[in-house]
Every structure is written in C-alpha cells, then in structure tokens.
C-alpha cells in the first residue's frame, strides 16, 4: 500500500497541467505498476490532490452506532442461550421461538415488556453471535483419554462398516461408544458413561455403567434400547473389547439386530456418536474422576434431564457436503432443527401413535428453564464430590501382575495347529 501511494504521488506535479492525452498516459503507467483499475487509479489521484491543497487528509468522523436492540433484549437472549446450553448463533435461532413460547407458557416472561421479547424473536444467527460474544470468553474445551482396548476374537464374526456406508434415511441404526471417567488417571475402578447415538434423527440416550465388562455394558445397552422412542435395527460400535465379544452378539442376534463395527484407528467410522461424548457427556459432567456409589447415582440422574434437553428442544446441524479448495474447507450445514423435529418431520409414519402423544405432551409439559436448574443442581452435587477428591494424579498405566514381582506359572504349549503365531520356518 505504501509503494502504491508513493507511486501516486510522484505523478502529483504532472496532472493538474497535462492534456488529455498526456493524462492517459499517467493512468497507463500508474496501472501497469500499481494493477488498479484506471477508474480507481484517477480517482486515487484526485484525493491525494485535494489533500495536499488542504494540508493533509481531514479527521474521519466515528460514526455513533446504531443500537436496534437494547440491554434488556440482550439480557433475554442470554436467558434463552443459557437454558438450551449455549448454542451457537445458526443453532439458537431456529430454537429462539420455541423456547420463547416454552418460557411464557410456563410463566417465566411476566413483566417482560412485549417489544423485548419481539425484538430478540426477529434477531439474525449473526447478531445473535455478536450479542452473546463477551458471555462465550473463558469458554474452553478439554480432551479426555481413550480407554479402547481390541478385542480381535470375533472381528470376522462381526461385519465392518465405513463412514461413507451409514444410511440416513431411516431411524433405528445407532452408533454406541463408552466415556471413560478417569480424571486423568487410567489405573483403578472408575466409572464408564455409555453413549449411544441415531445416525438419521441425531436422538442420544445415555447411562452410567459401573465398569466396561462385557455383562454389565450389555446390561447398559438393554436399558438404552427401551428409551429410543422408534424400533433399533442396527448397532455399530468400535473394536473395543467391551463391545465386540460374544455376550453382546448373542444379545444383538437375539433381538434380530445387525451388529457391525468401525476400522481399527479410523475413529471417523462412528463420527455421530464420537462428536456426542463431547456435545453431550463431557459438556455435561466433564472431565473428573467418578468411580464411587453416589456418583453413578448422581450421574444416572442426570442423563434423563439432558436427554429431555438434547432430544426435545436443542437444535442440531447435519452436514451436507465438504469441499477442499486447496488448504481451504468449505463445508455447509442444513437448516438446525432438533432430534425430535428430525423424528417426526421425515419419519413420523414410524413412529408409535402412544409414542407420538407421549412426545408431543412432554414436550409441551416441560418447562425449560426449571430443566436446565434440575441438571445445574446435579452438576453441582458431582462437582462438590470431585473437589473433595481433589486433583487426580496423572500416572502412567501400570501392569499389576508384572510389578508384584509374583512368579508366573509355566503354561504348556500349545499344538502347532492351535497356535495363534503360526511357524514360519522351512521343514
């Protein structure tokens, strides 16, 4: 920009008394160099003349703002961001009315001048980021660890699924994951939460298991199953020994559903439900060690209230396509809408008509705000429990067996054909 005002000026002293034709001549030059347009080059020239007859360029004027919404409308759309969980600003407000509605159904906007409340119903995705910009600073995500072990028995029992496989065109196939609560520190007993995900609907269901055995995580999974509000078809999960054993393929082909499994390191697989431990789990309880009676309870009690919220009245965005234009990605979102709207909006025929009416009265029964406090209560509870544990020590995973320094009996070998490292050498 400087080498271009410099160039600028030095054809200062030759304008004002050249011809015509001596005048294009400077724009040629001053275009060929500068690569601006002559319409840009000759208007660039006039400036620069009207400032040096003035002494230099006038002060620009700071326009005052124009403030269409006030402090009171900003304050309710805080209200209405901090009950649905802080979404962003394509996520809130296709929301915005229903929550609106719910809050004044429930009695929550007595006293709330009417132009307030049309004021943030007519708000744009843009100005609702902008608004709610400064109660986002602080807001920080962490990373937890992976708890995946392989379990490579019945890998060829059991078929795989790529990411570019899923079909969304009808509900009932779920992705199922497990959270671990370790707090950073992998040894010991400590709770696992289960999370599983509907690849067409986006509808999440989770519980807290006391361990990952095979049993228990079954017994888990038993329970997620009755929650979904349509039939499960389909269930795919990692290559975690905790899923793919024989007690969940009896369980899967006992209920004639089709069980499959992701690539091993290829966490993309089952992208649905990896993106929901963090939306859902982490948002929610975070990143502390649970591994106490009391906590499995507390944490229990929450999942049926995020439920509600998730299911019910928070939007979620599908994406639609992604384009790489070198190191740039450009990806486009549908319209947010939430699991419930996605259920009956594209799949309301598979829906059970009692299954319909319940959805339909609990989301009209449910009173927002007081939802959000319920979960808050709870988080507090299990917070108030994590700060009297204190900080987890970070150690490394430890093989009890090996530093016991316990000597390990002679197992006998097994035959050539029942080896699983098979003799490579020639005969």
Known sequence: MAARKAITQAQLDKWPKATKAEKSAILDAVCQVTGWHRDHARKAIRIALAHRAHGGPPPRKQREPVLTYDQAAVDLLQRCWAVLDGPSGKRLKPALADVLNNLARHGHLDGIDPTVIAQVRQMSPATIDRRLAPARIGLVAGKGISHTRPGSLLKSSIPMKTWHEWNESIPGIIQIDLVGHDGGDANGHFHYSLDATDVATGWTETITVRSKGERIVAAGLEQLWLRFPFHVSGIHSDNGSEFINHHLLKWCTTRKINFSRGRASHSNDQAHVEQKNWSVVRR????????????????NQVWPLVSLQVNLFLPQQRLIS??????????????AATPMDRLLTRFGDMVDPHDLDRLQTLHHDTDIEQLKYQITDLQANLLELARRRGQVQRRAKTNHVYLSKRKMPRTKRAPSDESTTQNTRAS
């Open 284 to 299: 929610n309880v975070g990143y502390y060690r649970y591994d106490s009676p009391r906590e499995l309870d507390l944490l």
């Open 322 to 335: 992604k384009t790489r234009h070198g190191a740039t990605v450009t990806k486009r979102h549908d319209t």
